[in-house]
């Protein structure tokens, strides 16, 4: 009986490289997806520089001018009727958005309120969109359009 018992079989000593190998593989995906998963640094705000010439020169004055000028126009749209609520609302966002992005130089096409307010940059924009959701999305609100319109228009100022 003792004579049927074997002893065991040796293992080749490149299956010690292999098992190191698919150690050392399963460590660099690990990292691999830690590394891909991490969230961006945020991307510093660009300063644009004063035009000489005055304040009428100025990049930012002109995006400000540009986006109050837009402001009104929607303002004028509401009033002959060819805008409701929502779609100024939706309207407005659209420009703050655009406003927000010509003037910090972030990619903020997809930004979402949490997104915006954790920079610092765009934190007073995530306020203003924070309070424009309900008179965005909801099917009623009793936000007025006016206090949306002179909202967004002393954002627009004070940026």
Do not use: C
Request: aromatic share 6%; proline share 6%; no cysteine.
């Amino acid at each position: 009986m003792l004579d049927d018992v074997l002893a065991p079989v040796p293992y080749e000593w490149w299956w010690v490289l292999v098992g190191v190998g698919l150690l050392l593989a399963s460590v660099g995906v690990v990292f691999a997806g830690v590394l891909l998963s991490r969230e961006s640094e945020p991307v510093a705000p660009v300063t644009l520089p004063a035009l000489p010439g005055g304040p009428e020169g100025d990049p930012v004055n002109v995006i400000r001018d540009r986006a109050l000028r837009r402001i009104g126009a929607m303002e004028q749209r509401h009033a002959a009727g060819e805008l409701d609520d929502r779609q100024l609302h939706l309207e407005l966002r659209a420009e703050l958005r655009a406003f927000a992005q010509d003037r910090t130089g972030l990619e903020l096409g997809s930004a979402t309120v949490s997104m915006l307010a954790t920079s610092p940059e765009t934190r007073r924009l995530a306020d203003e969109f924070e309070r424009m959701l309900a008179p965005t999305f909801a099917a009623r609100s009793r936000h007025r359009v006016n206090t949306s319109l002179n909202r967004a228009r002393r954002l627009v100022r004070k940026w």
